[in-house]
């Protein structure tokens, strides 16, 4: 019943996506106002109904209803709880379900909320936001069905072991509510160039949405490498594998656009720019969907699918976003040319910034694609891998990590270079106390990493100097949001640094009573032994270690995970944080006789990296409250539901 | 350029990404990884006898002037025991099959072939991988056709089954 449930909720949202068009589309085309009312309550009502399908879907996963075709393909009786509900997202049907629920919540959260734009534009976006999601209903009511029924099977396939973990019960949802929520700025673009409504107030409208899109998109990448380093066991924490980068594309995108919106919403600059940056954002994220969700790549993240499944997908993917960028090359000539801006200014900082962003994300699109594109032209398989991207874009990161520094201290419109220089002198400063620190006791370390700890310096004193002199208490909100996010730009490129240059690894083949050192550790194996876990048989080293051989010692347990449903072993890495790094240890197969294979990681100040991304995050999210404080106490509109606006030109 | 065309520039861009998506698509990632070595003389090796009953297998055993299938397999592989009775019916038709053992061991493997029926004339024990790795063969169990010169002239991967034979045979001078 569950089931059938769920399949009705599924086709009713459907429907009332078809209405969400058609009501937004005569509203707008026709100039149909009284139509247009509709709009809002039909996104709500299709938003509530395919979370209801969503629901469902859960519930038929946690009851473990093999009935259910897609249950008995995923999930296990015996699986703990957890992993019962997070199942749901763990395969293709029901990542796809989350995907289009998580668009039906973006367009009810424009339908509620959003109350700047103006009121053809505003329907729009919604009608956009409706068109979007019924190309996935009809994907998911056809081709991809998750409440198919089967009879006959007692028990289920059970879930891949590397995503019984956790992270995964927050990882995707977080992520695809990133990747989903751009779409917000997709559906605004796509909105304002037919309503010709491109300019600040447009862009104002636009930003807080950009924004909580963002920070859920850095939550995720973040979150998703902290889980790879320590559920994947090797130690490192980007893999550049095709499907990070999938969720690498849309950020870059989003960084980009998040800045230029800025100056247009500031100063009137960079409209087709941010036009075609929002429509770029949420096409990286539907690429990224159809990389992972086709089969056309081959990763971590993929599930086993059928290649037509690709091909509707991908002819998804083609309308939407060759429409809207038709839509653009159509309408961006009408679109009004912005302020002027002298070559040293914030504005110019913000484009160069945009255009190292733009370069990146080529550069990465390129990396990951090359092998698809040299294979599809019968030149034969290569993989290209992280020697690739660290050196083409690692120097580029830098490039725009200073300019990240400099870019705040900037004036809008025009500034004397003179000036800015003296403003970056204490930065400056910084980073030359950091080349003396590391020539003195860094030892001989590459180039890369090096530059990376020096201009980490100049950005963290250059991130602090916009509150320099200033009344902290009266400075706004969304200046600490930007401060505290460049601040962990610098942190995380530090971390990244120095686990570049300073990680110590060892791999040892040791037996029982035997010491081996990494780093500043000495590692030693008491014994392993094997004990029964929830659904899986655990390989346990029970390994004593202490700082320096003198340090009190402590246990540390590295364990294999041997699941019988399916069959596979997963690595469960052992970390110990310390305030100055991460000391990582992971078991290997029996090697010969009783010795052990034993990999070693001494990783300095390893952590940054997250502490950095999540410091990020936290400054979208002061910046996002700075300035949804700040329309609120302009707007003095106490009620989540836009004022509807009768006398504006509709 | 004008700035018409640079606007429509981003709308090309993703079209022809979205054809290489589409002939992407139409040759899905596939797991087959073929060997180099097809077509070249069949490297230098000697793998040991896996047991007393029967010789171990060297490179220079293929230089007689009979063509021989090279089968890599393992005691431990699952594929390995369905492909058996049919490597069982190429020796019938008078082939010979040269079995590698790769990352086996000799307990495992008499255990192996007194379950499934012994197809080999040798076989090799390949302890570490190595021989298999110099043949370019990346999984077991896969086949190479060795002609008489000890050149390999042809990789088969995977399951042996009804739909090679005919042309294993061939390739191996006794079918037609």
Known sequence: MIAEAGMAALWLAATMALLQLALGALAVGRNQPALGRAVAPVAVAQAALVSLAFACLIAVFMRSDMSVLLVAANSHSAKPMIYKISGTWGNHEGSMLLWVTILGLAGATIALFERKLREDTRLATLAAQAAIALGFYVFLLFASNPFTRITGVLEGAGLNPLLQDPGLAFHPPTLYAGYVGMSAAFSFAIGALITRDVGPEFARAMRPWILGAWILLTIGITAGSYWAYYTLGWGGWWFWDPVENASLMPWLAATALLHSVTVLATRGGLRTWTIMLAVLAFSMSMVGTFLVRSGILTSVHSFAVDPRRGLFILILLAIYITGALALFALRARTIAEGTRFELVSREAALVINNLILTVILVVVLAGTLYPLILEAMGGGKISVGAPYFNSVAGPLALALLVLLGAGPLLRWRSDRPRAVIDRMAPALFAGAAMLLLVAAFGGSIGVLPLLGLVVAAIVAAASVAPLWKRDLKRAPLFTWGMVLAHLGCAVSIAGMACDAAFTKENMVSIAANETRDVGPFAVTLLGVRERPGPNYQILEAVLSVSKGGTGAPFEMTPQLHAFTQPQMTTNQAAIETFWNGQLYLTLGENSAGNKFLLRMWWKPFVMLIWLGGMMIALGGMLSLLGRVKRDVWDNRWPWPWPRIDTDKPA | ?176
């Open chain 2, 1 to 176: 350029m004008s700035r018409k065309l640079i606007l429509w520039l981003p709308f090309a861009l993703m079209a022809a990404l979205f054809g290489a998506f589409y002939l992407g698509l139409r040759n899905p990632d596939d797991h087959v990884i073929a060997s180099k070595m097809v077509g070249q003389q069949l490297p230098e090796f000697a793998a040991g006898p896996a047991f007393a009953q029967q010789p171990g297998a060297a490179s220079t055993d293929f230089r007689d002037g009979k063509p021989r299938l090279l089968n890599i397999f393992a005691s431990w592989c699952v594929p390995c025991v369905a492909e058996i009775p049919m490597l069982m019916e190429l020796k019938a038709s008078g082939a010979e099959v040269v079995g590698i053992a790769v990352h086996d061991n000799s307990d495992d493997l008499a255990r192996f072939l007194a379950t499934n029926g012994n197809p080999y004339s040798r076989i090799g024990m390949d302890q570490d991988g190595k021989a298999q790795i110099a043949f370019g063969s990346a999984g077991v169990p896969e086949t190479f056709v060795v002609d008489g010169a000890g050149k390999i002239i042809y990789q088969h991967i995977g399951i042996v089954t009804e739909a090679d034979k005919a042309k294993l045979l061939v390739m191996l001078g006794i079918g037609q």
